[in-house]
């Protein structure tokens, strides 16, 4: 252990970032505590992917079982089917206590100190906890900060936890309204729009910007707006803002013109959720005492080794990551991290390659997505000096797919025309999420269509829908 301090690292923040970081860091032979303000696993296991995924999966099956024209054409037959709010609720709670008593005992059989309650910065390689008991100071060689993040609740919009609330409370599925404005088109207001229509509520979709589900690749925002949205008991209103929200019986949403901020309606819904995004939780931290500060948005400086920055420059011994560094918000991203600060802090130069970062929405069907969007791709090579392609396959021509009787989606890979290298790979359809990692490896090692279209994968299976596309790619040029 560093002579001279508690631990050779303590870690602020016990979310799935913080809790890889202080794994990764016992195998590699550091003493570490980790200090945690409310539960272990943050966001994502207690409010965020693993909850969410409960709901969408219960959700998903009441969809899939009363699809009656789907079941017939494979040849089955049901009638009454029904579900228990209460029980699906139950469900996610379980999973979420689950997981995060595994997390916990993780912890403790690694040897790994966990200390309850909030910690800041009180100078250089130093931090204060405030617990039940008062105020105890810890040291540590290196620090890393792992704070996470918050639901953003725009000016204008009124939470009360029951009539307008956000995801935190959404998850917890104390009611089924008949009629709920979703605020955002995003990953949370998809999914929860796939969770609410399965479960027979009615979705108006508010989006600020001019067209549904700005952050995705085109030719994926418009398929899924005909598969995901246009079928289903929601209606949209694009180019809109909610510049006024008001709780109660009825909830009072006042829509106005984005450019204009003029009213152009007024909306009476049963229950609002606000799914506009999240921002850091870096309040409160002691930066200063480090001689470092938040950006104008709040989030925490670092560099390519998560090496926290002051004036520009690293500081020493002191390191962000997760949602707070603003770089990708994703629990997978918050991980990769972590283990990257903690190689850094052994000496160990790494950094993380976004670019080969997946993400996905567990719609259904699903999306995901990795590496560039088309107009990004675009940009990108302009600014470079090569020529951009994309190529679609579609789930319709999938054996697979057609077997399940799932053929809605496509692939779309972008690439180089020049080397061939995958820059993106954006999919809507069945088990998308799954099927993304191996466009995620394929641009981690900035592989080829040209090697890619060579490799053999397993018929029939989905993945063939990215083998389709690597083949055609090359037959294409």
């Given at each position: 252990?560093?002579?001279?301090?508690?631990?050779?690292?303590l870690?602020?923040?016990?979310?799935?970032g913080?809790?890889?970081?202080?794994?990764?860091?016992?195998?590699?032979?550091l003493?570490?505590?980790?200090?945690?303000?409310?539960?272990?696993?943050?966001?994502?296991?207690?409010?965020?992917?693993?909850?969410?995924?409960?709901?969408?999966?219960?959700?998903?099956?009441?969809?899939?079982l009363?699809?009656?024209?789907?079941?017939?054409?494979?040849g089955?037959?049901?009638?009454?089917v029904?579900?228990?709010?209460?029980?699906?609720?139950?469900?996610?709670?379980?999973?979420?206590?689950?997981?995060?008593g595994?997390?916990?005992?993780?912890?403790?059989?690694?040897?790994?100190?966990?200390?309850?309650?909030?910690?800041?910065?009180?100078?250089?390689?130093?931090?204060?906890?405030?617990?039940?008991?008062?105020?105890k100071?810890?040291?540590?060689?290196?620090?890393?900060?792992?704070?996470?993040?918050?639901?953003?609740?725009?000016?204008?919009?009124?939470?009360?936890?029951?009539?307008?609330?956000?995801?935190?409370?959404?998850?917890?599925?104390?009611?089924?309204?008949?009629?709920?404005?979703?605020?955002?088109?995003?990953?949370?207001?998809?999914?929860?729009?796939?969770?609410y229509?399965?479960l027979?509520?009615?979705?108006?979709?508010?989006?600020?910007?001019?067209?549904?589900?700005?952050?995705?690749?085109?030719?994926?925002?418009?398929?899924?707006?005909?598969?995901?949205?246009a079928?289903?008991?929601?209606?949209?209103?694009?180019?809109?803002?909610?510049?006024?929200?008001?709780?109660?019986?009825?909830?009072?949403?006042?829509?106005?013109?984005?450019?204009?901020?003029?009213?152009?309606?007024?909306?009476?819904?049963?229950?609002?959720?606000?799914?506009?995004?999240?921002?850091?939780?870096?309040?409160?931290?002691?930066?200063?005492?480090?001689?470092?500060?938040?950006?104008?948005?709040?989030?925490?400086?670092?560099?390519?080794?998560?090496?926290?920055?002051a004036?520009?420059?690293?500081?020493?011994?002191?390191?962000?990551?997760?949602?707070?560094?603003?770089?990708?918000m994703?629990?997978?991203?918050?991980?990769?991290q972590?283990?990257?600060?903690?190689?850094?802090i052994?000496?160990?130069?790494?950094?993380?390659?976004?670019?080969?970062?997946?993400?996905?929405?567990?719609?259904?069907?699903?999306?995901?997505?990795?590496?560039?969007t088309?107009?990004?791709?675009?940009?990108?090579?302009?600014?470079?000096g090569?020529?951009?392609a994309?190529?679609?396959?579609y789930?319709?021509?999938?054996?697979?797919?057609?077997?399940?009787?799932?053929?809605?989606?496509?692939?779309?890979?972008?690439y180089?025309?020049?080397?061939?290298?995958?820059?993106?790979?954006?999919?809507?359809?069945?088990?998308?999420?799954?099927?993304?990692?191996?466009?995620?490896?394929?641009?981690?090692?900035?592989?080829?269509?040209?090697?890619?279209?060579?490799?053999v994968?397993?018929?029939?299976?989905l993945?063939?829908?990215?083998?389709?596309?690597?083949?055609?790619?090359?037959?294409?040029?």
């Amino acid at each position: 252990m560093s002579q001279g301090f508690d631990y050779d690292l303590l870690i602020v923040g016990a979310g799935v970032g913080g809790h890889g970081a202080a794994i990764h860091a016992v195998s590699c032979g550091l003493k570490v505590a980790i200090v945690e303000a409310a539960e272990m696993g943050g966001t994502c296991i207690n409010r965020g992917c693993i909850p969410s995924k409960a709901l969408l999966s219960a959700a998903g099956r009441v969809r899939e079982l009363r699809d009656a024209h789907h079941l017939k054409t494979l040849g089955i037959q049901l009638q009454g089917v029904g579900f228990d709010r209460q029980a699906i609720a139950n469900h996610a709670a379980n999973i979420v206590s689950k997981i995060r008593g595994d997390m916990t005992n993780s912890l403790k059989r690694l040897g790994i100190d966990s200390i309850q309650g909030w910690g800041k910065l009180a100078g250089p390689q130093k931090v204060t906890v405030s617990t039940d008991r008062g105020e105890k100071t810890v040291t540590a060689k290196d620090i890393i900060l792992a704070p996470g993040s918050v639901p953003w609740v725009p000016a204008g919009i009124e939470i009360d936890g029951k009539t307008v609330f956000t995801s935190d409370d959404a998850l917890k599925l104390e009611s089924l309204p008949s009629w709920i404005a979703i605020i955002g088109s995003g990953y949370i207001g998809l999914e929860f729009a796939d969770i609410y229509t399965a479960l027979g509520c009615e979705i108006t979709m508010i989006e600020a910007l001019d067209q549904l589900m700005p952050t995705f690749d085109p030719d994926i925002a418009k398929q899924a707006q005909r598969v995901l949205i246009a079928p289903r008991d929601i209606e949209t209103r694009a180019g809109l803002l909610a510049a006024k929200v008001t709780p109660g019986s009825p909830v009072l949403i006042e829509l106005a013109d984005t450019k204009t901020k003029e009213v152009v309606e007024v909306l009476e819904v049963d229950a609002c959720l606000v799914a506009t995004g999240r921002i850091p939780a870096t309040k409160n931290l002691g930066l200063e005492s480090a001689g470092a500060e938040t950006d104008r948005r709040g989030f925490i400086p670092v560099d390519d080794r998560m090496a926290v920055l002051a004036g520009g420059e690293p500081v020493a011994n002191l390191w962000a990551i997760g949602d707070a560094t603003g770089k990708m918000m994703l629990a997978h991203a918050a991980s990769a991290q972590g283990i990257t600060a903690v190689e850094n802090i052994c000496g160990r130069q790494r950094t993380v390659d976004y670019r080969s970062i997946p993400a996905a929405a567990f719609t259904h069907p699903e999306i995901s997505f990795v590496g560039l969007t088309e107009p990004a791709a675009q940009e990108l090579g302009k600014a470079e000096g090569f020529q951009v392609a994309a190529v679609r396959t579609y789930f319709k021509g999938n054996s697979k797919a057609i077997a399940e009787g799932e053929t809605e989606g496509l692939a779309k890979v972008i690439y180089r025309q020049d080397t061939g290298e995958v820059l993106g790979v954006h999919i809507l359809g069945l088990h998308a999420a799954d099927l993304i990692q191996e466009a995620a490896n394929a641009i981690a090692y900035r592989q080829s269509v040209r090697d890619l279209a060579f490799l053999v994968h397993t018929h029939p299976t989905l993945s063939e829908v990215l083998d389709e596309a690597y083949k055609r790619a090359v037959a294409t040029h």
